[in-house]
């Protein structure tokens, strides 16, 4: 299965034609790195209480990412893209070899105008990690389509409506499994600038969205998710997210921004409003050096107690599909060496603050890699 996921992928890119037109264009990029992760079973430390499995200690790593991209016009009014990529990390330290993973992933976007600015979009995502495990994995599969209409208005703004549904399969157990409707609603602003042009100094967006997650396990009460009655309920969230950024895009680019996410849950432990603020840039340094960063600061408060910890037999799952309630640091560095190569570093920090409480979570990683690509 996981042989044939991958195969349909590489066919999907190489099936691409590349350059047949003069609209084509396309990217191939190969990144081959090693970089230490000091957590990579990316547990959480509860105060006064052993962790309930053993944990794998910290490790080195290779990591491979494969990707590739072709968007082309299509006739006057239309335009597709698509996307893929394959990833893989293989641990060396053994007690971390059940963190090895394998990640397919592709995508694909097709715009078509149907009246003056206006324009009617349609677009698919496909996930998929196969974690060697066997205990805890974060072994998932993601599938969403989705339908939306664009809106321009003057030179500069744009409003963007679409749904569509999303399946989302968590292999390990599929009490997290679950499906459902989204819906979203996006404004886009550039000043001083022309939207189709994509010429700015400065860029706002905005937008609301509503994932309907209907699970396949049942609803948890503050005891247990078994079945306690005739007709237990399923779980069933309504996820919330709002958010608006502002970026400047210039010789250097420099964005900020915030979020809501708010999740109306009928299980207990599920339900939560998080805040979520972020700061990142892109600054070219001498020597063609080029510096990112970003900062996410996170900080969630749960509607109902949580549970610290439990007896892996009680009947709870101590697992979660949400790997979203982490603040971050991520800065990163590259250099070309040649047309067509580049080297670089990466080093990410994964943190529970500000987040108070009895939980801690703290995970880093540090990579160096070098790139090969191709452009046209």
């Not at 997650?213 to 309920?233: K, M, W």
């Not at 590259?334 to 987040?355: D, H, K, M, N, V």
Request: hydrophobic fraction near 40%; include cysteine; proline fraction near 5%.
């Amino acid at each position: 299965m996981r042989l044939t996921l991958t195969l349909v992928v590489l066919t999907l890119l190489c099936a691409c034609p590349w350059a047949r037109a003069d609209s084509d264009r396309h990217e191939l990029r190969v990144e081959l790195g090693t970089e230490y992760d000091s957590n990579p079973d990316r547990a959480e430390q509860v105060a006064n209480y052993p962790p309930p499995l053993p944990q794998a200690g910290p490790s080195p790593l290779v990591r491979l990412v494969a990707s590739g991209n072709w968007a082309s016009a299509l006739g006057q009014k239309g335009a597709l893209a698509l996307s893929g990529a394959v990833a893989g990390k293989r641990f060396f330290e053994q007690d971390a070899r059940g963190d090895d993973v394998l990640i397919v992933q592709a995508g694909a976007n097709g715009t078509l105008r149907v009246a003056g600015r206006t324009v009617l979009g349609m677009a698919g995502s496909y996930y998929d990690a196969f974690q060697r495990g066997p205990v805890d994995r974060r072994d998932f599969r993601s599938l969403a389509p989705a339908l939306r209409i664009e809106q321009g208005f003057a030179r500069a703004a744009q409003l963007a409506l679409g749904g569509g549904y999303r399946w989302f399969t968590f292999k390990s157990d599929d009490s997290f499994s679950f499906a459902g409707p989204t819906a979203f609603l996006t404004a886009r602003q550039m000043f001083p600038g022309n939207l189709e042009r994509g010429e700015a100094d400065w860029e706002w967006t905005a937008g609301a969205s509503l994932e309907w997650r209907g699970f396949d396990g049942l609803a948890c009460t503050s005891v247990t998710c078994a079945a306690d009655s005739a007709s237990p309920p399923h779980r069933l969230d309504r996820f919330w997210v709002s958010h608006i950024e502002l970026t400047r895009t210039t010789t250097f680019l420099l964005g900020a921004g915030a979020a809501l996410h708010i999740n109306q849950s009928n299980s207990y432990g599920e339900g939560l409003v998080r805040g979520v603020f972020h700061l990142r840039a892109v600054v070219p340094l001498p020597w063609a050096i080029s510096l990112s960063s970003r900062a996410d600061l996170m900080a969630t408060h749960y509607w109902n107690s949580q549970v610290l910890a439990q007896d892996p037999n009680a009947g709870t799952p101590l697992v979660s599909i949400e790997d979203e309630n982490r603040s971050t640091l991520r800065i990163e560095v590259a250099r070309p060496l040649a047309q067509g190569f580049e080297i670089g570093a990466r080093y990410i920090l994964y943190t529970s603050f500000p987040s108070g409480g009895s939980v801690d979570y703290r995970r880093q990683t540090a990579l160096l890699y070098l790139a090969v690509f191709d452009e046209r």
